[in-house]
């Protein structure tokens, strides 16, 4: 009978150490050059490597004063400089957004001010050839990857479930169901790695996504198949308005990887430079082969969940306040002490970005009914033609009674 041996140094898949082709993975060859790869590696004996440190990584305070930290370095200025444009557009970004949800052109904009450190480093540390699976929340790391913020804005308008080509872009559509798009982030990086391609896949997830089923069993997967993925999980304290205390008992949420095998790190959320340097090693170590990694940014939602929240039902403006002295853009400007005319600049190419938004957002879009059944399969299926056809029929019939 199939068998993956009781030595745990020497993993088999049939009697002894010869390989058989049906197992209970299935007859697939690829399957089963994948164990062979891996059968001398065994369940880690030693767990101190996978635990992640006391404290989050910080490498500048909230003055903008470098810290020292032994196992990361500052990265260089023109890092943080390209770091820091990305920050004040997104700030412009969430605020024009916010703005055009009271004006009606926006359904619903989950706001990301104050945490936009961790989307816009999780973009700038990835390749051209990585992907990107976002939050309902992730819009301005979605437009750090290249899309276009009309585009980007799509869903939250109400008019397509994605407004951009994830393959052009290498991001996957915003996912509004909780952590669903970690195990297609598996998935992706797992192909990718089978093919010998150099991918790697961020996977962006809220700490209310860590009590969903998806996260244990992305994790879990990933883990196993050693999958080239780095999962950021943005604690921003709150799923809506439930506490990270009434989520999770753990030391912090990066010990969830312990169980599956899978390193943790913690880093200080609204410190992109430090997100920059951990979550370029991370990235760094996927890459190299050396499986997935788990990284916690601690940051603080400082707008409502959405703008159909009200957060003062649930917390005190005084917890609020207390993180306006760690923002990360004054943070980094700080730090940078950029002339003032530089600074000037990459406020008014920010100004410009949410000139477009507004352009693009204030124009209205006739719908294409047809185009409901456009891109739902490669092949639209016998069901689909039906369903097109009768639609087609009924506008026919409106359209003669008018």
């Given at each position: 009978m199939p068998s993956l041996g009781p030595n745990r140094a020497n993993w088999t898949i049939g009697p002894g150490t010869t390989p058989v082709q049906v197992h209970f993975l299935g007859s697939v060859p690829i399957v089963e050059s994948e164990w062979q790869r891996y059968k001398h590696v065994f369940m880690t004996g030693d767990a101190d490597h996978l635990l992640p440190s006391d404290l989050p990584?910080?490498?500048?305070?909230?003055?903008?004063?470098?810290?020292?930290d032994a196992g990361h370095a500052l990265p260089a200025e023109a890092a943080l400089t390209t770091a820091l444009a990305g920050l004040i557009t997104a700030r412009r970004l969430n605020d024009q957004a916010y703005a055009l949800v009271r004006q009606g052109r926006l359904a619903v904009y989950p706001s990301s001010h104050g945490q936009e450190a961790c989307q816009v480093a999780a973009a700038q540390v990835l390749a051209d050839?990585?992907?990107?699976?976002?939050?309902?929340?992730?819009t301005v790391a979605v437009v750090g990857r290249g899309v276009d913020p009309v585009e980007a804005l799509t869903l939250l308008?109400?008019?397509?479930?994605c407004g951009w080509d994830p393959y052009e872009h290498r991001v996957a559509p915003h996912a509004t169901?909780?952590?669903?798009q970690l195990p297609h982030a598996v998935g992706v990086a797992h192909a990718a790695r089978l093919r010998g391609e150099p991918t790697v896949v961020m996977a962006l997830c809220g700490d209310g996504g860590t009590s969903e089923g998806d996260f244990h069993e992305a994790l879990n997967f990933a883990a196993v198949l050693r999958a080239p993925v780095v999962f950021l999980i943005q604690?921003?304290?709150y799923a809506i308005s439930v506490p990270l205390a009434r989520q999770t008992a753990a030391p912090s949420l990066a010990h969830k990887g312990i169980g599956y095998g899978i390193p943790g790190a913690r880093v200080d959320g609204n410190d992109v430079a430090a997100l920059l340097a951990v979550l370029g090693a991370a990235v760094t170590k996927a890459?190299?082969?050396?499986?997935?990694?788990?990284?916690?940014?601690?940051?603080?939602?400082?707008?409502?969940?959405?703008?159909?929240?009200d957060a003062t039902r649930y917390r005190a403006a005084a917890d609020v306040e207390a993180w306006v002295a760690r923002d990360p853009i004054t943070r980094l400007t700080a730090h940078l002490a950029l002339p003032p005319d530089e600074l000037a600049d990459l406020h008014a190419q920010a100004e410009r970005v949410a000139e477009h938004v507004r352009d693009g957002l204030n124009r209205d879009v006739e719908p294409v009914p047809a185009d409901l059944f456009a891109h739902v399969y490669a092949a639209p299926t016998p069901q689909l033609r039906e369903q097109a056809a009768q639609l087609a029929d009924e506008l026919d019939r409106e359209g003669a009674l008018r």
């Open positions: 990584v910080t490498l500048l305070g909230p003055d903008g004063h470098p810290v020292a050839g990585d992907w990107l699976f976002p939050t309902y929340r992730d308008k109400g008019d397509w479930h169901p909780l952590a669903t604690n921003n304290e890459r190299a082969g050396e499986g997935p990694q788990l990284v916690e940014a601690h940051t603080y939602r400082m707008q409502a969940h959405t703008n159909a929240d």
